[in-house]
């Protein structure tokens, strides 16, 4: 969890490897069904242009599928759901079905200024979904993927008006989730200032102080 542009799918991209774990981005396949055109990207495309949650309904279901899915079985870094009480209460049944709970939730934080910087110089890779920024994590080449190739393009929603109506929602959208996690004693408020690494650094830091180790093979559930 944590605010638009601090880092999670960077930080998620670092750890899924290094864990074992399914990384699941409901922004990243809200993006994808947009780019097929499929009937949920039509039906999210207007809300997402608008910088507004997805509604439930649309969400829940898609990532689910996900989670419970056998690519899921060894566990999933979930990255930016769950986004409201109701993802939450889903998810939570959901993983109860198999006998799995959420083992940890990360919560980045980083100054406004930090936020709007990051989001204004973020640019994406469409097909491979890899994350760069203009200044802090440049592309080899200007403007094309150092993984696949193709071209560097912002984000619709990093556009000024956009991402401010983003960064001005998510105290109000999440406080009921920090809530929610802190009361459920798995919430671990992570510093996402500094260098991407650093930032890793911290993360597995907490994620070893859970108990939790760094092979994959205990952390078997669900960390978000
Ligand atoms: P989503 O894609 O999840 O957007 P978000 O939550 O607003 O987060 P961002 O992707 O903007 O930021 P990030 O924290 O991942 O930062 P990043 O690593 O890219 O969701 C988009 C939309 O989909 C939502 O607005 C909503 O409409 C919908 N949606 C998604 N989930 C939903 C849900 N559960 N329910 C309903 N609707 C939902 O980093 C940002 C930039 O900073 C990059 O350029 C990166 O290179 C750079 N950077 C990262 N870390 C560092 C560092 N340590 N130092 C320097 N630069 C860094």
Known sequence: ?????????????????????????????????????????????????????????????????????PDGAHGVLLDGFPGTTGQAHALDAALATRGRAIDAVFYLTAPAEMLIQRLAGRRICLDCRATYHLETMPARVSDVCDGCGERLLPRNDDSRHTAWRRLTAHPGQTRPLVDRYTHAGVLHRIDGRGAAAEVTARLLTALHATGLGESGKEVRRATG
Request: charged residues 20%.
């Open 1 to 69: 969890m944590g605010p638009p542009g601090v880092g999670k799918s960077t930080q998620a991209a670092r750890l899924k490897d290094r864990l074992g774990l399914l990384h699941i981005s409901t922004g990243d396949v809200l993006r994808w069904h947009i780019a097929e055109r499929s009937p949920l990207g039509l039906a999210a495309h207007a809300y997402m242009h608008r910088g507004e949650l997805v509604p439930d309904e649309l969400v829940t279901q898609m990532t689910l599928s996900h989670v419970l899915s």
